[in-house]
């Protein structure tokens, strides 16, 4: 590990709140650790800020693991920024160099409004697990836990597309904003499992249906979102919530006419 | 007085007794019940989840913008059980047994027998409910051993346990969302509870958008907010965690029990600099092949640290695997507590290694020859490639380098058999609360206690509270409790935004968090701990007349979140320190320097101590009173803990 110091011109998104105009502003970085991760060099930033008496630069985040999906920035175009499979919280200042520009930018997407500098409004994401993203089951009274065998390769199969953080990077990484990777990750999770086939079908509808009405836009399959993704959720997921989602419409149709 | 309300009968009948004499609420009247949950954590998200099941309606609150981010999602590890799946000899009284000896001796018997019952319960509900867990070729669940235990009890979803079993219990809650039974406030702040005639009544919550302070009424609280291990700035938990909601409960009269008792974790990512927000926690399970060792001398240690040497100069036998050397049975499986404590004395004494001298190393060179870098990689391939990230040094080709770091708290709010704060009205579950890991938790038990106070205890015993309310009318909103509350909120936020100082929150939360480290965390004795205290009351000042938070109140406000956060940690640290200055024994991760054996191991002190510390609040800066709960030992022999 070698340690080194650099100086760094940030380009930051500043926007008061939801109802007002936002620009970039532009903010030195001095003396800057390139063990440092991302953020912690924006707390630095934000120290000086408030010594300064000027309002701290407002960004989401909280684990700084990589795990609880809340940190969000769109660093130099890219969500996450440059490193492949990092979220924002990993990423390390080692991956910049001395003397360069760095643009911060929130998310873009008509349904993840700015509420604050770099922070949006992700609830579309909730509302959509709450349309149905569930195995309709109460506590108590469910079988034993091994009553059911699952091929392992089923359940390491289901178990990657439950990786998903519900970050919205691939919303972000989208130029239609479309929602499918993260849509597709949790009905795939559960379309792989014995626990999910009841209510399979319906699942996909609801919470498909859910995710137009929240305003994200249709996949073209640019792939984009795949790339940007920092737990690697892959495009296949799509494939499955597409074939479960006209099933269902197929099978709705079914009942009607029957 | 303290009641515990531990029932009467043989252990392992207690809770089924128990269950059978809770009074129960008929299923017409519950919908006329409103319960208040704060945080949606495995406590929160499966208590609110279950609690509308039942057809209670519920409210839940939680800082993040979405319930599935609670902290519980980043637990790596796993989630014990006894199941005995493997066939080597796990029980329920094993488990039980492991768990007492485990906290040494300062957890109730009763509550930590029912833990081990329910434990069963929690993994057959996250299964129905889809949580992917590890799998075995034959299709069933796979299990490990885990934190030094003797049998495989630990259930695992690779090296993210925590955010399937949350996103298990989110996905619970969403349904009854959906439903319209559950009413979920994200990005909202709980800052006090409402009081009625000593009842908890409601929460006032600050949302952290608008800034709109606000009032809400409930038959009953739920506490599940986590742990306050914040108190020492750097930790493993997430940057927003804090004791605010329990201290602020605690202000109103709720008990804090076993402030002092934290966990401290050998296996982190040690601090580079000052810069440094947090620090990372990877897996114990890497202590199931790796290796602890320093050099066996300052000189070697001297050389490592001035980057003269590599670690794989060091010759076989100028290494000390201290653990192995002092605890052959156990070697490097020994508890968190005896691990993290002899990474500080190696330190201490001068053979620690990186730039700061403050790392032992783990090895993963005997483990990659004997498996195979491989079959190191399928099993710890992420944890290594989060080390890679963080430090860029590769573990496959040197060892890592670990330090402990602060991960957990046992003390919380203390509670009874039934989870009810000294408030009536008031639970508090999951970390949140004190009630079942002692003065020392076991790996992989943080989240089955989460979970088994959520879905199992909770909704047995509030309903038995309700039902002695004696009436089903609705909570009087228009009770001048509520805007009293709301008020005194409301001049709490507008004195922090007057403060206009020289320093920065985090300036002053830095300084707790030295002076908390220093002589509150791994080894602690009476002078330091008196020193604490001085030091902790002039920065409490420090920050009241030097402190400066920005901004207004009717938006996203960083300077605000964090201040109101840090104000109570101000507080908190004192009461810790004069918890740890009373309990002069050691025990589990309370290490009292002046009562130690002749080799340097924990002495306890069961003849004056065996009891839970509850502190009663009397008022800014006054002394709190301390209450003592008696721990009676009906069913295991208080032994000194060896690990040798
Ligand atoms: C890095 C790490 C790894 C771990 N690994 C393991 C493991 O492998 N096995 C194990 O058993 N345990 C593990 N633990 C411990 C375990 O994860 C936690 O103890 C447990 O998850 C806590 O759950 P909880 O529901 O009590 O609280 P949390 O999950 O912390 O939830 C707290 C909730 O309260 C809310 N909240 C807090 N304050 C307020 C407020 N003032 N107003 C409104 N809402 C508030 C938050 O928004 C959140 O929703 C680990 C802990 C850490 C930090
Ligand atoms: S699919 Fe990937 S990018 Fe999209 S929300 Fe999930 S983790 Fe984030
Ligand atoms: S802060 Fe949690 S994933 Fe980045």
Redesign the interface.
């Known amino acids: 590990m070698s340690e080194k110091t650099m100086n760094l011109t940030l380009k930051v998104w500043r926007q008061k709140n939801e109802n007002t105009k936002g620009k970039f502003v532009t903010i030195q970085a001095k003396g800057i650790s390139s063990d440092m991760s991302f953020l912690e060099m924006l707390d630095v930033v934000n120290e000086d800020l408030t010594r300064k008496g000027e309002d701290p630069i407002y960004f989401d985040h909280d684990c700084r693991e990589g795990i609880c999906g809340m940190c969000s920035l769109h660093i130099n175009g890219q969500p996450h920024g440059p490193k492949q499979g990092t979220t924002t919280c990993q990423l390390h200042m080692r991956s910049f160099h001395d003397g360069q520009t760095i643009v911060i930018e929130p998310w873009r997407a008509a349904a993840f409004p700015v509420i604050k500098d770099l922070a949006v409004d992700r609830t579309a994401f909730d509302r959509i697990q709450q349309a149905g993203g569930y195995v309709s089951v109460n506590t108590g009274g469910v079988p034993d836990g091994n009553a059911i065998p699952i091929p392992k390769i089923k359940a390491d199969e289901a178990f990657e597309s439950a990786t998903c953080i519900g970050c919205g990077a691939c919303v972000a990484a989208c130029k239609n904003a479309s929602a499918m990777l993260f849509v597709s990750a949790k009905i795939s999770q559960y379309a792989l499992l014995p626990q999910g086939q009841a209510e399979r079908y319906d699942r996909a509808q609801a919470m498909v249906e859910q995710m137009d009405k929240e305003g994200f836009g249709a996949c073209t399959v640019t792939k984009a979102c795949e790339a940007e993704c920092p737990v690697g959720i892959k495009l296949t997921n799509i494939a499955r919530m597409n074939r479960d989602y006209l099933n269902a419409k197929f099978f709705k149709e079914k009942t009607i006419h029957s | 007085m303290l009641d515990s309300k531990i029932p009467e009968g043989p252990l392992a009948e207690k809770w089924s007794k128990h269950k059978f004499n809770l009074k129960l609420v008929n299923p017409a009247n519950k919908r006329k019940f409103t319960i208040i949950v704060v945080g949606t954590g495995l406590a929160g998200a ?1 208590a609110a ?2 609690l509308a ?1 039942l057809g209670y309606n519920v409210k839940t609150f939680c800082y ?6 609670a ?1 519980s ?2 637990a790596q590890g796993g989630i014990n059980a006894a ?1 005995n ?1 493997q066939n080597d000899g796990d029980s329920v009284y094993r488990l039980f047994y492991d768990t007492i000896k485990g906290g040494d001796y300062r957890a109730r018997e009763a509550n930590v027998h029912r833990l081990a019952e329910v434990s069963v ?1 929690i ?8 949580v ?10 796979d299990n490990r051993s885990f934190g030094g235990a003797q049998v495989s009890r630990t259930f695992y ?2 090296g ?1 346990t ?3 079993l949350l ?1 298990g219990a ?3 809650l ?2 009854q ?2 439903t319209g039974k559950v009413i ?1 406030y ?1 990005r909202h702040e709980m800052l006090d509870v409402v009081m009625i005639d000593g009842h908890a009544k409601g929460v006032v919550t600050r949302d952290l ?1 608008t800034g709109e302070i606000e009032a809400h009424e409930g038959h009953a609280v739920l506490l599940c907010t986590g742990g306050y291990g914040n108190v020492f700035f750097l930790s493993t938990n ?3 965690c804090n004791v605010t909601a329990a201290w602020r409960a605690h202000k109103r009269g709720a008990y804090f029990a076993n402030p002092c008792y934290t966990q401290i974790h050998p296996t982190c990512i040690p601090v ?2 000052d ?4 620090l ?2 990877m897996s114990e399970s890497l202590r199931n092949d790796g290796r602890v060792w320093v050099p066996k001398t300052v000189e070697l240690a001297e050389k490592l640290r001035k980057g003269q040497i590599k670690a794989s100069d060091i010759k076989e036998e100028e290494r000390d695997y201290f653990l192995e050397r002092k605890y052959p049975s156990f070697g490097n499986l020994v508890p968190r507590d005896v691990a993290s404590r002899n990474a500080k004395m190696m330190c201490d004494e001068g053979r620690g290694v990186g730039t700061t001298g403050l790392a032992v190393y783990l090895d993963f060179a005997e483990a990659i020859q004997r498996m195979g870098e491989d079959t190191v990689r399928a099993k710890y391939g992420n944890l290594f490639d ?1 080390y890679y ?5 590769n573990p496959y080709k040197q060892p890592m380098r670990i330090y402990p770091a602060v991960h957990y708290t046992m003390g919380g709010l203390w509670v009874d058999y039934n989870l009810m704060t000294s408030i009536p009205g008031l639970y508090a579950l999951g970390e949140c609360n004190f009630s079942d890991h002692g003065a020392n938790r076991l790996g992989a038990s943080a989240l089955m206690q989460g979970l088994a106070d959520g ?2 205890v909770i ?1 047995y015993t509030v309903g038995d509270y309700l039902t002695n309310l004696g009436s089903f009318a609705p909570v009087d909103k228009k009770h001048p409790a509520f805007e009293a509350t709301r008020k005194e909120v409301e001049d709490k936020v507008k004195k922090l935004l007057s403060l206009k100082g ?1 320093k ?1 929150v ?1 300036d002053i939360h830095k300084k707790l968090g030295h002076i908390m480290w220093e002589y509150c965390g791994m080894a602690r004795n009476e002078n330091g701990l008196k020193k604490a205290k001085g030091l902790i009351q002039e920065l409490r000042k420090e920050f009241w007349s030097d402190v ?1 938070v ?2 207004d109140n009717e ?2 406000n ?2 605000l979140e964090k201040a109101g956060r840090v104000a109570d940690f101000l507080e908190l640290g004192e009461l810790m320190v004069d918890d740890a200055l009373n309990r002069s024994e050691s025990c589990g991760g309370h290490f009292r320097e002046e009562s130690a054996t002749p080799e340097g191991e924990a002495k306890r002190d069961d003849e004056h101590f065996a009891y839970v510390s509850a502190w009663q609040y009397n008022g800014d800066n006054q002394p709190e009173t301390l209450h003592k709960e008696e721990l009676v030992f009906e069913n295991v022999k208080l032994t000194q803990r060896s690990y040798k």
């Not at chain 2, 993040?64 to 981010?69: A, G, I, N, V, Y």
């Open positions: 499966s989840a279950s099941e993040q913008d979405s319930p599935r981010r902290h999602i980043a199941k799946y319960n993994i057959d509900q996250c299964v129905a409910q889809g992917p867990f590890a799998r075995e070729y034959g299709g069933l669940l979803a690779r993210q925590g955010q399937q996103l989110y996905s619970a969403n349904r969302i959906h979920s994200t958008k997430a940057m927003g580079t600099g810069h440094q927000s947090k990372t926690l989060m990230q963080i430090t860029d040094e879905y199992f909704p020289s920065t985090d400066t920005l901004g938006e996203l960083l300077s």
